[in-house]
């Protein structure tokens, strides 16, 4: 059965989207979500606003955000063919509400299909545990030999041209392509 592994913040929750609601909520203006591509391009903001985007990833209800449509669906259809994972750098003190959440869905074998890892060690992660698929919002972790990676499009990443990457917009298209029909 091959394996699967699904990033959790910007490719199945809408992390980034909240954290952008959020931000506007606190400051009074808008965040460019583009600007979370990575900490160059974060270290732009004012070193206030840096300093409250990452103070509130430390917060356990800053992962208490909605899936993006279709992302419990298609996850649930997934299981029935592959063995599916969860792959994800949110901190530890996040584990036990996201292993929670992810059985509350039926989405969730067990703990040992719930990955934490450094944001840094996913590429090292999807390649250790040998995954034929990776899903993801990050270009850069699917920069991967032997590994099919999707990107879902986000303002965040930049869709890049390489044969083992499928760029794909939503849940819809993911589903559609896994089973034969992208």
């Avoid at 992390?15 to 009074?28: A, I, N, Q, V």
């Amino acid at each position: 059965m091959k394996k699967i592994a699904i990033d959790l913040d910007g490719t199945f929750f809408k992390t980034y989207l909240t954290l952008r609601d959020k931000f506007e909520e606190f400051w009074g203006e808008p965040l460019d979500v583009a600007k979370l591509r990575d900490f160059k391009t974060i270290s732009t903001l004012p070193p206030q606003e840096m300093q409250w985007i990452l103070d509130y990833f430390q917060k356990p209800e800053s992962y208490e955000v909605p899936p993006y449509p279709y992302a419990v669906s298609v996850s649930r259809k997934l299981m029935k063919e592959y063995d599916v994972y969860f792959v994800s750098a949110r901190p530890k003190i996040a584990y036990f509400d996201t292993e929670e959440r992810l059985k509350t869905y039926g989405i969730l074998k067990d703990g040992r299909h719930l990955v934490f890892c450094e944001k840094s060690d996913k590429p090292q992660i999807y390649s250790t545990l040998k995954f034929d698929i990776v899903i993801e919002d990050e270009d850069k972790n699917l920069l991967i030999p032997n590994i099919t990676g999707y990107l879902l499009l986000r303002p965040w990443n930049i869709p890049i041209k390489h044969p083992n990457i499928i760029i794909v917009k939503n849940w819809l298209e993911i589903e559609k392509h896994l089973k034969g029909g992208g």
